[in-house]
């Protein structure tokens, strides 16, 4: 094969090489893809009109009203940190579950559940985590690499669980490819794919993969005893006192979760709206734990969930013909809670804006959004160039190649996507990977919602294998000398193994991804 007509291939391998020096992911994208578009021209293989469609592509990505949620799901996290939710909840959690043999670690695989659910950050959980939870796991004489292990496979939890920033990313890119994908096949009304229905798809399996890692630390626990000890009770603390701790320590992310998630499942809300409604509860959250802000913050609270449930219940839309006299009260009630939530809003905001959380908040936003969509101008551009080559011919070809019909090509596609997973971030195998092989993939017929869960389980690991996962990286950033990088290493490997288990169901039980989804929005 000449050198002209691999070029393609050899792209894709110089950018693998260049990630792997450190270089920053969107110059390298968008360095890697200008230089082979050039070679191609001095070989005569690559037509410089294909960059005629970056400008399109670039405007169309930054008008995307799906990408909205991903600064609002940043702001929520990021807000949620600072509020001290996961100080409280591990802290409770870990008196009620630590009288158990392995009961640390269980409270640390719930709590990572419950901030993967409302916060979505694997960075800001696997750090909070680690500063709280894992001097206590030491001191009461848990094995390092099994607390180590436990910790950052409960922050990775996060991208998974809905609402994820890996689902909404994910969710967008196979959206556009399952619609080329049918324009492909000759179907000019095409259908859909929308984050929602990988939110409800991700659902199950995340909640799947959350018992099994309660189930290991249980078996863990019987098998070995002195990895995971019991905590002493502490008779300082009644246990109706402590249920009641633990319940008011639940109830506020319990709340956001259902009004983020169930204003997306039961239809009141695009994954965008439910964004803003999630970075709204934040800040009541982080305002009802400032001195004398709790009623304002509470007020806004109320407001907000009557709110829902006022949109679920009644037709508010006030440009309609006719209004019938109920769902004009319905329309001035909801103003008047509109007036109470920015009432309570506002109070918080302000008092926020004094303390510099809400200014830390947002630089932190700020800086997160515009590396993702950095990246994803650097991804266009390579994927524009990587197809001008034949790059989509060479994957096509070598897919359906495989043995095994599609079933084959989708685990020949999961293999690669793990093994890249152990070099690359998981932002720069959505945007590079999954554009040129979902397209082919869907036109094989896979379910689009099944092979979008798959990816995002597959793409959890990639924040677990070592050398360069980055759950790894923040636990070894914030854990004590006495633990070892091995040992965190060793500790992750039967989380990976859990993980690469789940995945293997659910490429047996397909429904555990689809059945809800079609449960929901297609009433089946």
Same mark, same amino acid.
């Given at each position: 094969?000449?050198?002209?007509?691999?070029?393609?291939?050899?792209?894709?391998?110089?950018?693998?090489?260049?990630?792997?020096?450190?270089?920053?992911?969107?110059?390298?994208?968008?360095?890697?893809?200008?230089? !082979?578009?050039?070679?191609?021209?001095?070989?005569?293989?690559?037509?410089?009109?294909?960059?005629?469609?970056?400008?399109?592509?670039?405007?169309?990505?930054?008008?995307?009203?799906?990408?909205?949620?991903?600064?609002?799901?940043?702001?929520?996290?990021?807000?949620?940190?600072?509020?001290?939710?996961?100080?409280?909840?591990?802290?409770?959690?870990?008196?009620?579950?630590?009288?158990?043999?392995?009961?640390?670690?269980?409270?640390?695989?719930?709590?990572?559940?419950?901030? =993967?659910?409302?916060?979505?950050?694997?960075?800001?959980?696997?750090?909070?985590?680690?500063?709280?939870?894992?001097?206590? /796991?030491?001191?009461?004489?848990?094995?390092?690499?099994?607390?180590?292990?436990?910790?950052?496979?409960?922050?990775?939890?996060?991208?998974?669980?809905?609402?994820?920033?890996?689902?909404?990313?994910?969710?967008?890119?196979?959206?556009?490819?399952?619609?080329?994908?049918?324009?492909?096949?000759?179907? !000019?009304?095409?259908?859909?794919?929308?984050?929602?229905?990988?939110?409800?798809?991700?659902?199950?399996?995340?909640?799947?993969?959350?018992?099994?890692?309660?189930?290991?630390?249980?078996?863990?626990? =019987?098998?070995?005893?002195?990895?995971?000890?019991?905590?002493?009770?502490?008779?300082?603390?009644?246990?109706?006192?402590?249920?009641?701790?633990?319940?008011?320590?639940?109830?506020?992310?319990?709340?956001?979760?259902?009004?983020?998630? &169930?204003?997306?499942?039961?239809?009141?809300?695009?994954?965008?709206?439910?964004?803003?409604?999630?970075?709204?509860?934040?800040?009541?959250?982080?305002?009802?734990?400032?001195?004398?802000?709790?009623?304002?913050?509470?007020?806004?609270?109320?407001?907000?969930?009557?709110?829902?449930?006022?949109?679920?219940? /009644?037709?508010?839309?006030?440009?309609?013909?006719?209004?019938?006299?109920?769902?004009?009260?319905?329309?001035?009630?909801?103003?008047?809670?509109?007036?109470?939530? =920015?009432?309570?809003?506002?109070?918080?905001?302000?008092?926020?804006?004094?303390?510099?959380?809400?200014?830390?908040?947002?630089?932190?936003?700020?800086?997160?959004?515009?590396?993702?969509?950095?990246?994803?101008?650097?991804?266009?551009?390579?994927?524009?160039?990587?197809? &001008?080559?034949?790059?989509?011919?060479?994957?096509?070809?070598?897919?359906?190649?495989?043995? &095994? &019909?599609?079933?084959?090509?989708?685990?020949?596609?999961?293999?690669?996507?793990?093994?890249?997973?152990?070099?690359?971030? !998981?932002?720069?195998?959505?945007?590079?990977?999954?554009?040129?092989?979902?397209?082919?993939?869907?036109?094989?017929?896979?379910?689009?919602?099944?092979?979008?869960?798959?990816?995002?389980?597959?793409?959890?690991?990639?924040?677990?294998?070592?050398?360069?996962?980055?759950?790894?990286?923040?636990?070894?950033?914030?854990?004590?000398?006495?633990?070892?990088?091995?040992?965190?290493?060793?500790?992750?490997?039967?989380?990976?193994?859990?993980?690469?288990?789940?995945?293997?169901?659910?490429?047996?039980?397909?429904?555990?991804?689809?059945?809800?989804?079609?449960?929901?929005?297609?009433?089946?």
């Amino acid at each position: 094969m000449e050198l002209r007509d691999s070029l393609d291939i050899l792209m894709f391998a110089v950018l693998c090489a260049v990630l792997l020096t450190g270089f920053p992911v969107a110059f390298t994208l968008a360095g890697v893809a200008l230089g !082979f578009g050039f070679l191609g021209m001095a070989f005569g293989v690559f037509d410089f009109g294909f960059m005629a469609a970056l400008p399109q592509r670039i405007y169309g990505n930054m008008t995307n009203d799906v990408l909205i949620a991903v600064p609002l799901f940043v702001f929520m996290g990021t807000m949620l940190e600072r509020s001290r939710v996961a100080e409280e909840l591990l802290e409770n959690m870990g008196r009620l579950f630590g009288r158990l043999r392995g009961g640390l670690g269980i409270s640390v695989s719930v709590v990572g559940a419950l901030l =993967a659910a409302s916060t979505g950050i694997v960075g800001a959980t696997v750090v909070t985590m680690g500063l709280l939870a894992l001097p206590t /796991m030491l001191r009461r004489g848990y094995d390092p690499a099994l607390a180590s292990g436990s910790i950052a496979a409960a922050g990775t939890l996060g991208q998974i669980i809905p609402p994820s920033i890996v689902l909404v990313l994910l969710g967008d890119q196979l959206a556009n490819s399952y619609q080329r994908a049918q324009l492909d096949q000759g179907i !000019f009304a095409p259908d859909t794919l929308s984050v929602g229905d990988l939110f409800a798809g991700a659902l199950l399996p995340g909640l799947m993969l959350v018992g099994f890692y309660i189930l290991y630390q249980i078996v863990r626990a =019987a098998l070995d005893p002195k990895s995971s000890p019991a905590m002493p009770v502490d008779d300082s603390v009644s246990t109706s006192e402590l249920y009641r701790r633990t319940l008011r320590a639940l109830v506020p992310p319990v709340a956001l979760i259902v009004a983020v998630m &169930g204003s997306i499942l039961g239809g009141i809300a695009t994954p965008t709206e439910a964004a803003a409604v999630g970075a709204i509860g934040s800040i009541l959250l982080a305002g009802d734990r400032l001195e004398g802000m709790k009623f304002p913050a509470r007020l806004a609270a109320l407001s907000l969930m009557a709110l829902l449930v006022l949109t679920w219940a /009644m037709d508010l839309r006030t440009a309609r013909s006719e209004i019938s006299g109920a769902d004009q009260a319905g329309i001035w009630l909801a103003y008047l809670l509109c007036a109470g939530l =920015a009432a309570g809003l506002l109070a918080c905001l302000v008092r926020l804006l004094g303390g510099k959380v809400l200014s830390d908040v947002v630089q932190s936003t700020a800086r997160i959004t515009s590396m993702v969509f950095v990246i994803l101008i650097g991804a266009a551009l390579f994927s524009l160039v990587f197809r &001008g080559l034949g790059g989509d011919d060479t994957v096509r070809e070598f897919l359906t190649s495989m043995p &095994g &019909g599609p079933m084959g090509a989708v685990v020949i596609v999961m293999a690669i996507m793990f093994l890249l997973g152990f070099f690359l971030d !998981f932002i720069e195998i959505i945007f590079v990977v999954v554009p040129i092989v979902a397209p082919i993939l869907l036109m094989m017929g896979i379910d689009p919602v099944w092979l979008g869960v798959m990816m995002a389980v597959n793409l959890q690991t990639s924040f677990l294998t070592p050398p360069f996962g980055f759950a790894l990286f923040y636990l070894r950033g914030v854990a004590p000398d006495i633990v070892t990088t091995m040992q965190i290493w060793r500790g992750a490997v039967p989380f990976v193994l859990i993980q690469l288990a789940a995945l293997a169901i659910l490429a047996m039980f397909p429904p555990l991804a689809t059945w809800l989804p079609k449960l929901i929005f297609s009433g089946m």
